[in-house]
């Protein structure tokens, strides 16, 4: 069992940075892919970025160019840096973990563990 603990959601202005962060609960959070997802009001969950074990990285075209994603294993710890915010970046932001197969790394339902979300608001 894993439990993930997501941190550093804020009120930002447009054009302005974040970093999320993900703590997770075991040692065994390096065996897993981490990813990032977010639901708008009234909107499905999306998939925003996935790092696997071996570092391996995804990301949503949405967010490509402005978002990275990292994780540090000996820290049981996984990041969404997010820079050039815009108002449609607004959501509550999930970090996810699961033995994902490859190439189904942006289905919630390879995910086992998900944190309890966290806001992220962009105004204009």
């Known amino acids: 069992q894993v439990q993930l603990v997501e941190s550093g959601g804020a009120l930002v202005q447009a054009g302005g940075s974040l970093r999320l962060s993900c703590a997770a609960s075991?040692?065994?959070?390096?065996?897993?892919?981490m990813g990032w997802f977010r639901q708008a009001p009234g909107m499905e969950r999306d998939f925003v970025a996935t790092i696997s074990r071996s570092g391996n990285i995804r990301y949503a075209d949405s967010v490509k160019g402005r978002f990275t994603i990292s994780r540090e294993n000996v820290k049981n710890t996984g990041y969404l840096q997010m820079n050039s915010l815009k108002p449609e970046d607004t959501a509550v932001y999930y970090c996810?973990?699961?033995?994902?197969?490859?190439?189904?790394?942006?289905?919630?339902?390879?995910?086992?563990?998900w944190g309890q979300g966290i806001q992220v608001t962009v105004s204009s």
């Open positions: 075991a040692r065994t959070f390096s065996s897993y892919n």
């Open positions: 996810a973990a699961g033995r994902v197969v490859a190439g189904r790394e942006s289905r919630r339902s390879e995910y086992d563990y």
